[in-house]
């Protein structure tokens, strides 16, 4: 990784709630791994945008093509009825609807927190 490179964040919402991610190696390690929001780093011919819909495809099986810039290295799509119904969990991932309620009581990621904190009006 050089220095240009920089991961970009983003948040998925759906229904006034938001889409998080927690990856464990087994179900004792919750607190090795914190939730966590998508984010990718994106190749050299590749925008932030595009880097962002190859990540959720990635980790979600959900094409999303609807990515909003909200500030720097933050995304936002609002997922739709369709994206929900298609997203497909891998082994030892779990991806969970929230509301900033429940949010506010996880255990998040440090750049999941700011980004949320700083972004929570896009819920």
């Known amino acids: ?9 983003i948040l998925l919402t759906y229904k006034n709630k938001v889409l998080l991610m927690h990856k464990s190696d087994s179900s004792i390690d919750k607190e090795k791994h914190p939730w966590c929001l998508i984010g990718g780093i994106k190749e050299k011919e590749e925008s932030f945008e595009k880097a962002l819909e190859r990540r959720v495809h990635e980790e979600m099986g959900v094409k999303v093509d609807n990515v909003e810039y909200v500030s720097e290295s933050c995304y936002h799509v609002r997922l739709t009825d369709d994206n929900v119904n298609k997203i497909q969990r891998a ?3 779990l991806l969970d609807f929230f509301t900033l309620g429940e949010v506010k009581k996880l255990f998040l990621s440090n750049t ?12």
């Open 1 to 9: 990784m050089d220095g240009n490179t920089q991961q970009s964040l």
């Open 91 to 93: 082994e030892n991932q």
């Open 112 to 123: 999941t927190a700011q980004f949320i904190s700083k972004h929570s009006a896009l819920i």
